[in-house]
């Protein structure tokens, strides 16, 4: 094989016709011997005007120049075939995963715990913590409802302590949590002596606009029926 790559301006005379009969021969020689002539040869095959001779503009030069440098003309034929199997990849796992997302979008709700009186083990850590929020909570018309709410934006839990509860017969005190779709989650609470405390375990505040107590039918409502005892909101 001649060691001596052609030119590339032989190539592209090659391709227009404009080289000798003589020549011809050795070109075509060690282009199907020479790798990287040959690439270089495909190109220019692909990259001319069939019918046309003139030599391409100086900026297409300047392209080939860098592609062969960076081995882009080795590799072009190689990458082709990947970057449509990556890309369909990509669509397939779309396309798998889309009835999924959109079910976890619809069913997805926010999640808390929630733990009352004697099942809150650690009040006084929470309510000296530097980090909470101390709030008076907004008892509604004469309600004799009070107490306090404290608010640990960090760790999204509230904790919640309510007096003047009174004992009613016909009634239980509920507890409602209301997210920014406005749905209300209900607890009844757990009432001593007209006290009561809540620990609420938020997956995350910021889903839920207030807390707000009401008047419930006994064992508690699916959603708030009677009339509301009081507010609190952590906007
Ligand atoms: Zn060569």
Not at 49 to 64: A, M, Y
Request: aromatic share 8%.
């Amino acid at each position: 094989m001649n060691k001596k790559h052609v030119r590339e301006e032989e190539i592209i005379d090659f391709l227009n016709g404009d080289t000798e009969e003589s020549e011809n021969f050795k070109i075509e020689e060690h282009i199907s011997e020479c790798e990287q002539c040959k690439q270089l040869y495909l190109f220019w095959q692909e990259a001319l005007p069939t019918g046309n001779e003139t030599i391409p503009s100086p900026f297409l030069k300047i392209r080939v120049d860098k592609r062969l440098k960076r081995g882009w003309l080795q590799k072009r034929q190689i990458q082709k075939p990947f970057a449509v199997a990556a890309g369909m990849m990509i669509i397939m796992i779309v396309c798998l995963s889309l009835p999924d997302l959109l079910r976890q979008s619809v069913t997805t709700e926010p999640k808390y715990e929630i733990f009352q009186n004697s099942e809150i083990k650690d009040q006084e850590i929470f309510v000296s913590n530097p980090q909470v929020e101390k709030q008076e909570i907004v008892p509604i018309a004469n309600n004799e409802v009070n107490g306090e709410v404290w608010v640990n934006n960090e760790t999204s839990e509230i904790l919640l302590e309510l007096y003047g509860l009174s004992g009613l017969d016909q009634n239980d005190h509920q507890l409602w949590i209301v997210d920014h779709q406005n749905r209300a989650k209900g607890e009844i609470l757990m009432v001593e002596n007209g006290t009561t405390r809540v620990l609420y375990r938020l997956d995350d505040l910021s889903h839920y606009k207030f807390l707000k107590g009401s008047l419930e039918p006994l064992g508690g409502s699916h959603q708030p029926t009677g009339p509301e005892t009081f507010f609190v909101t952590f906007e």
